[in-house]
């Protein structure tokens, strides 16, 4: 093991490299993040660059103690790199330490990862492994002047060498990534482990703070899940109920009534299309469930439910078909996926959502109803709600030998699994003084159609042919998918 006078002693050493460094670098205040550190494992892939280590007063402000360039330390990524906790382009993951009991971590180990500059610009200067200045990709200089991180932007030439080993020469520190979960979980990095506790509540007003967001993150693996780094702070929804942090490829969104959920972007553009938390879906109440069958995903929300599969697109189910929806066994029951959303009727008479294997729908003069299957087939064919049959008012119903199901202007008939077909008007009103589909006609074998004659259907046992008389019949006109 390389102790810490190991790495001090001769001209190789930490003390002769900073005489070396300061013949080639503009004078810097220097600390080493060595003293007073535990150094485990073998020694570095390449030589540290120390600086001097002076103790500064507590910062009473969220960018913590040393934010300022005469401190010494280097900025936060996310202050230079658009709100993003990741190296910027141009720099790679050099090496890392931890801080422990930090707040920012919910008292636990905070680990913070040097981003070092490439040497982009040229290679000299490399037999110590950092090239000289002039060959960085990025240049010296201080952090924003509109936040409190006004740490130093690539001025400290040092690498501890922990991460990307492979990467022999380098520039210096460009800015500071930092995660609550150890970067060789997430990086390429090694399990050599430096320790600076002072480092423990350095941050900035770009990162997000502890609480169930956090918490949630790092339970996903942080930078290592499928959200990879976050992009600013935790903010409010703007309700008094709600908080989010943005990630590269997502959401967290939490709520003091629902758990932290992570959101894609395949459920969160449509729940914001749909009003966000405003709207009638609410707050997530699950994560995005994959592995449904059609390779299906699915989020649940307060209201409802956003789902998509392989032969469907991206739909929400909310209010009461999401209720009717769950208790007819959802996406494995009789309606299968939605194929559309809802749909409304000229001054809202109506509203219907299909599915893959049927309907929900309402309207003023009816109850919320599901047609589906052969029901379903046979109102189509009659021309669904703007059809002969108009909407549906009683649900489905078993009969002997066969189902059925009512409408507001006839019914539908079915023998055995057979297909359905629509009894109406004065057919309907003969055939059922006649006992229906238990008298001497029998079930239906044809829909009910009219001709010159009148109204015909053909019956198991005869056929029925009435004069035609007039029927009451609504048009509805155009109908409006809700937006």
Request: glycine residues 14%; contains cysteine; charged residues 15%.
């Amino acid at each position: 093991m390389s102790t810490l006078e190991d790495l001090n002693a001769g001209p190789g050493g930490l003390v002769g490299m900073i005489g070396a460094l300061s013949r080639r670098f503009p004078p810097l205040s220097r600390r080493s993040v060595l003293v007073g550190a535990a150094v485990a494992g073998s020694a570095l892939a390449t030589n540290p660059r120390g600086y001097v280590l002076r103790p500064v007063p507590a910062y009473a402000s969220i960018c913590g103690p040393g934010n300022t360039f005469d401190s010494g330390w280097t900025v936060f990524c996310c202050t230079v790199n658009k709100g993003v906790n990741a190296c910027p382009p141009g720099s790679f993951a050099a090496g890392w330490w931890k801080a422990a009991d930090s707040s920012w971590c919910g008292n636990g180990y905070r680990y913070i990862v040097d981003c070092n500059a490439s040497c982009s610009k040229c290679t000299s200067g490399c037999s110590d492994g950092i090239c000289d200045s002039k060959c960085w990709s990025c240049s010296c200089g201080r952090g924003s002047s509109a936040t409190c991180d006004q740490r130093r932007v690539c001025c400290n030439a040092f690498r501890y060498g922990q991460c990307n080993t492979q990467v022999k020469c380098s520039g210096g520190v460009h800015c500071r990534v930092v995660s609550c979960v150890a970067p060789y979980k997430w990086a390429s990095c090694t399990t050599t482990s430096l320790s600076d506790n002072r480092t423990a509540e350095h941050s900035a007003p770009c990162l997000p703070g502890w609480g169930a967001i956090q918490r949630k993150y790092d339970a996903m693996g942080a930078q290592k899940s499928w959200l990879g780094a976050s992009i600013g702070p935790e903010r409010a929804m703007g309700d008094g109920r709600g908080r989010f942090v943005t990630y590269q490829h997502g959401w967290i969104v939490w709520s003091h009534t629902t758990a932290a959920r992570n959101m894609h972007p395949w459920s969160h553009t449509p729940w914001v299309a749909e009003g966000a938390y405003k709207g009638v879906l609410g707050y997530p109440v699950s994560d995005m469930t994959y592995g449904l069958k059609d390779s299906a995903w699915m989020q649940l929300f307060e209201g409802g439910a956003i789902t998509d599969s392989l032969h469907t697109t991206t739909q929400s189910v909310t209010g009461v078909r999401w209720n009717v929806w769950r208790d007819n066994g959802r996406e494995n029951g009789i309606l299968g996926f939605p194929t559309s959303g809802l749909v409304y009727g000229p001054d809202n008479y109506y509203w219907i959502q299909t599915f893959q294997g049927g309907a929900i729908t309402d309207s003023r003069e009816t109850t919320t109803q599901v047609v589906a299957g052969v029901m379903w087939d046979g109102w189509k064919r009659a021309g669904r709600e703007t059809g002969v049959l108009s909407y549906p008012s009683t649900p489905r119903k078993s009969v002997s030998r066969g189902a059925m199901q009512g409408f507001r202007q006839g019914e539908l008939w079915a023998l055995g699994s057979g297909m359905a077909y629509r009894v109406y008007g004065s057919v309907l009103t003969t055939w059922q003084a006649a006992g229906g589909a238990a008298g001497r006609y029998g079930f239906p074998t044809g829909d009910t159609v009219a001709s010159g004659e009148g109204l015909t259907c053909t019956f198991e046992h005869g056929t029925i042919t009435v004069e035609p008389q007039p029927q009451a019949a609504w048009s509805p006109g155009v109908a409006r998918r809700e937006a």
